[in-house]
């Protein structure tokens, strides 16, 4: 991520000897148990992008921390016009949830953002820039996120 454009359009906008700290998120559906019926859980993650990849991907490396457990209702019964109507309301739910989990970390979005002194692994404290920087998920958890349709185009 430190080699990307964005990353150094981002430093040229902070105070020299600063430090940017993209904040990532990222989200995939989870099958939780075969025993008791349809259950699967939404886990909401969050790392940083100054954690080289080689160890923010590997679980054993800890590197993600969990924001959330969202359940996921089980599968729509009944009639179209019900499933219409259960479907609308779980997407008013998801959005709902979704901005309470995040609402600590609206204050990091591009722009809003100040500085905080935090205390690096090296012992040293410096002046960090948190930044809402991504969201990683497949597309259809975009689609869900963003109240998109599937068959859409995701940049549209």
Same mark, same amino acid.
């Given at each position: 991520?430190?080699?990307?454009?964005?990353?150094?359009?981002?430093?040229?906008?902070?105070?020299?000897?600063?430090? &940017? &700290? #993209?904040?990532?998120?990222?989200?995939?559906?989870t099958?939780?148990?075969? /025993?008791?019926?349809? @259950? @699967?859980?939404?886990?909401? /993650?969050?790392?940083?992008?100054?954690?080289?990849?080689?160890?923010?991907?590997? #679980?054993?490396?800890?590197?993600?921390?969990i924001?959330?457990?969202?359940?996921?209702?089980p599968?729509?019964?009944?009639?179209?016009?019900?499933?219409?109507?259960?479907? @609308? $309301?779980?997407? *008013?739910?998801?959005?709902?949830?979704?901005?309470?989990?995040? $609402? #600590?970390?609206?204050? /990091?979005?591009?722009?809003? $953002?100040t500085?905080?002194?935090?205390?690096?692994?090296?012992? @040293?404290?410096?002046?960090?820039? #948190?930044?809402?920087?991504?969201?990683?998920?497949?597309?259809m958890?975009?689609?869900?996120? *963003?109240?998109? *349709?599937?068959? $859409?185009?995701?940049?549209?």
């Amino acid at each position: 991520m430190n080699s990307a454009d964005w990353w150094w359009d981002m430093q040229d906008r902070i105070p020299p000897g600063d430090t &940017v &700290v #993209p904040l990532i998120c990222s989200s995939d559906e989870t099958h939780l148990t075969n /025993y008791s019926g349809d @259950k @699967k859980g939404w886990p909401i /993650y969050l790392t940083l992008g100054n954690i080289h990849s080689s160890i923010r991907t590997r #679980p054993r490396w800890q590197a993600q921390v969990i924001l959330a457990l969202l359940p996921l209702p089980p599968k729509l019964q009944g009639t179209p016009t019900e499933r219409l109507s259960i479907k @609308k $309301s779980r997407s *008013m739910m998801l959005h709902d949830t979704m901005h309470e989990v995040m $609402s #600590p970390l609206r204050q /990091y979005q591009e722009g809003i $953002s100040t500085a905080e002194l935090w205390d690096c692994a090296d012992g @040293k404290t410096r002046r960090c820039w #948190p930044i809402l920087a991504s969201w990683v998920a497949d597309h259809m958890e975009h689609a869900n996120l *963003m109240a998109t *349709m599937l068959n $859409s185009c995701p940049r549209c």
